[in-house]
Structure formats: structure tokens, C-alpha cells
């Protein structure tokens, strides 16, 4: 079993940056990719970001070259560094972990990017 907990959500103003974190917890959660995805309000949730144990990124079009996911050195923590933030990044920032029988998410965080 894998819980994630995040955190490090809230409003910024366009231009801002915000850093997400979420600790993961359970039987291999080291070796598993973890990532981070989001939902706004009548959209589908969507890819962000990913990374391998192994430190693999992975990055949607539209947060790439703005947005950074690390893992700290125990691989048990992942973080999302955005930048540059815009109206459209709006959304609740959902940490998932991904085993292969199943995915687990976290409850989410929600971001707001408004003047």
C-alpha cells in the first residue's frame, strides 16, 4: 500500500512560482515513478510531470521549460518546482505514484494563479 501527501498549494499572481511537495510513503515507493498531474474545474485530470527512480523527467508541452520535478535523495519525496506561472496552470495538482497493478493519487492541492 502507497499514501502520498501534498502539499505547498495556494495563490500566486501571474509571473509567480510555487513549489509542490508531496511525501511518499508504503513498500517501494523508492523504486516507483512518481509524478505529478492536474485537474481543472470540467477538464480530465492531465499528465504534468514524471520521473523515474532512476531520475528520468518527463514533462507535458505546456509546463516544459517552466515547471521541474525532483525527487530527494531517499526517492521518497517528490517536488514540483513551477515557474512562470500562468491563469491557465489553475487547477487541484494531484501526486501520483504508479506500481504496476495499480496507480495510487494523493487528495490533491489546489493552485490558483490569479492578479
Known amino acids: 500500500q502507497v499514501q502520498l501527501v501534498e502539499s505547498g498549494g495556494g495563490l500566486v499572481q501571474p509571473g509567480g512560482s510555487l513549489r509542490l511537495s508531496c511525501a511518499a510513503s508504503?513498500?517501494?515507493?523508492?523504486?516507483?515513478?512518481l509524478g505529478w498531474y492536474r485537474q481543472a474545474p470540467g477538464n480530465k485530470r492531465e499528465l504534468v510531470a514524471t520521473?523515474?527512480?532512476?531520475?528520468?523527467?518527463n514533462y507535458a508541452g505546456p509546463v516544459k521549460g517552466r515547471f521541474t520535478i525532483s525527487r530527494d535523495a531517499a526517492k521518497t519525496t517528490v517536488y514540483l518546482q513551477m515557474n512562470s506561472l500562468k491563469p491557465e496552470d489553475t487547477a487541484i495538482y494531484y501526486c501520483?505514484?504508479?506500481?504496476?497493478?495499480?496507480?495510487?493519487w494523493g487528495q490533491g492541492t489546489q493552485v490558483t494563479v490569479s492578479s
Open positions: 501520483n505514484c504508479r506500481s504496476p497493478l495499480r496507480d495510487y
Open positions: 520521473i523515474t527512480s532512476s531520475g528520468v523527467e
Open positions: 508504503g513498500s517501494l515507493v523508492s523504486i516507483l515513478p
